[in-house]
């Protein structure tokens, strides 16, 4: 893969770790966000009713100025300990971005 595509990954991933609106992961000491490899991206957020769309907003205001997109169909939506309530509340929230919310994948 060309070093153009690790700097644009960073660089996006520099966004989301500053976004305080995103919640991640916490430790005693730290607060994890992110995960890439490549062009693959694993976000770990908490509070996904409020940190889900704030992400997605980070994404596709990147991807404007950058020139990219979301592949939808490879994009998913992992929640674990999450209430049907709440799962119904997210798929709200995130209604006009198509992306599935899953509980594991196949």
Sequence with gaps: ???LLFIMTEILLRK???NREIKGLRTKKEEYKAQAFADNLVFFIEEPII????????IERYG????????KDK???IVKNLTEKQKKKLEE???NT???IVKKIK
């Excluded at 940190?51 to 980070?58: M, R, V, W, Y």
């Design 1 to 3: 893969l060309s070093p």
């Design 16 to 18: 989301i770790r500053q």
């Design 51 to 58: 940190s889900g769309p704030n992400l997605i907003k980070e």
């Design 64 to 71: 404007e100025v950058a020139g990219l997109t979301i592949n």
């Design 75 to 77: 994009t998913k939506m």
């Design 93 to 95: 929230v995130i209604t």
């Design 98 to 100: 198509s992306l599935q």
